[in-house]
């Protein structure tokens, strides 16, 4: 009949399943978008982090920095993780190393800009 010839030319495809290339084909977008989130987002935000832990071991008497809190001031004395840091004269406090966010230019502390 009509609808026997209909169900045969609906039936599978001549070569049968897909094959292990059609896989990888599905997963191509995921692995696509991961290496573009890697090399735009992950590995800068890796190197930058990188650089501020070795900024912060580098840390010595004398160096102008600007804290988390936005107070900038020069180190007088560092003692392991402890900074004490001159904010003005005569007035030094003490902070945690990795308080510090940055190093402060010279002339933003002497109210020079």
């Not at 990888?24 to 935000?45: D, G, H, K, N």
């Amino acid at each position: 009949m009509f609808f026997d010839s209909i169900a045969y030319a609906m039936g599978a495809p001549a070569g049968g399943a897909e094959g292990g290339g059609g896989a990888l084909m599905s997963f191509m977008p995921l692995i696509l978008m991961f290496a573009i989130f890697y090399f735009l987002l992950i590995r800068p935000q890796q190197k930058k982090a990188k650089m501020h832990r070795e900024f912060l071991a580098s840390l010595k008497k004398g160096d102008y920095v600007l804290t988390g809190g936005g107070i900038y001031g020069r180190i007088t004395e560092t003692d392991g993780d402890v900074l004490s840091v001159e904010i003005g004269e005569g007035l030094t406090i003490k902070i945690n190393r990795n308080f510090v966010s940055g190093p402060a230019d010279i002339g933003e502390i002497k109210g020079k800009k």
